[in-house]
């Protein structure tokens, strides 16, 4: 379930990585829910930010997590050699990538 958290227009900018200027637009149309709040005297508008907080997807994330039994062993060396496998096959991929551009 989502929470609401205050933002002003700057915080909410920095968290999803827009300018301070898309955010007042978003708000002129109506798409951002605004509230006013007197903060000092000064009555200041925040934005409702309705994503989950982190804390709440890490808690989620570790429930997935399948934890090891004591009588389980990780062969390391192999799961090493696989992870390496599927790095140079990347790397590959990658080297075959920027020579295609170059040629072009």
Do not use: C, G, W
């Not at 004591?70 to 096959?89: G, M, P, V």
């Amino acid at each position: 379930m989502p929470t609401h958290h205050l933002l002003t227009i700057q915080q909410y900018a920095t968290k999803h990585k827009m300018s301070t200027f898309a955010v007042v637009k978003l708000i002129n149309q109506k798409k951002l829910k605004v509230i006013k709040q007197k903060i000092e005297n000064q009555e200041q508008e925040f934005i409702a930010d309705e994503t989950i907080s982190s804390s709440l997807q890490n808690s989620e994330q570790k429930e997935n997590v399948i934890p090891l039994e004591k009588n389980d062993k990780i062969d390391y060396e192999h799961e090493f050699h696989a992870l390496l496998a599927k790095y140079i096959a990347l790397q590959e991929k990658h080297t075959q990538l920027i020579e295609e551009r170059i040629k072009a």
